[in-house]
Nanobody, 124 residues
Framework: QVRLVESGGGSVQAGGSLRLSCAAS????????LAWFRQAPGKGREGVAA???????YYADSVKGRFTISQDNAKNTLYLEMNSLKSEDTAMYYC??????????????????WGQGTQVTVSS
């Protein structure tokens, strides 16, 4: 069992920045994948970024060049650095984890473990 706890959400004006953190109780496996998802009211859960234990990463087209996913293995912590935020980035953000590389790293169906989420609100 992996426990994930997100933090760092908040309210920011368009063009601003936030850094989300996700503390993991442990990584599931030597070959693990971690990801950030988001869900806006009335919409489905959307993959934002994912990173593997090897350092490979994937990004949704909507956030490429603005968001950066990273991890601190010593702290068992996943990060999402979000810059140039837009109103359409407003959502609840969740981190997720699984062992082994998923066929579709940005699909929510691929992940076993989820955090409770942290709200990000971007005002224009």
């Amino acid at each position: 069992q992996v426990r994930l706890v997100e933090s760092g959400g908040g309210s920011v004006q368009a063009g601003g920045s936030l850094r989300l953190s996700c503390a993991a109780s442990r990584y599931t496996d030597s070959d693990y994948w971690l990801a950030w998802f988001r869900q806006a009211p009335g919409k489905g859960r959307e993959g934002v970024a994912a990173i593997g234990s090897s350092g490979s990463s994937y990004y949704a087209d909507s956030v490429k060049g603005r968001f950066t996913i990273s991890q601190d293995n010593a702290k068992n912590t996943l990060y999402l650095e979000m810059n140039s935020l837009k109103s359409e980035d407003t959502a609840m953000y969740y981190c997720a984890a699984r062992g082994s590389e998923p066929p579709f790293p940005l699909s929510p169906l691929a992940y076993n473990y989820w955090g409770q989420g942290t709200q990000v609100t971007v005002s224009s």
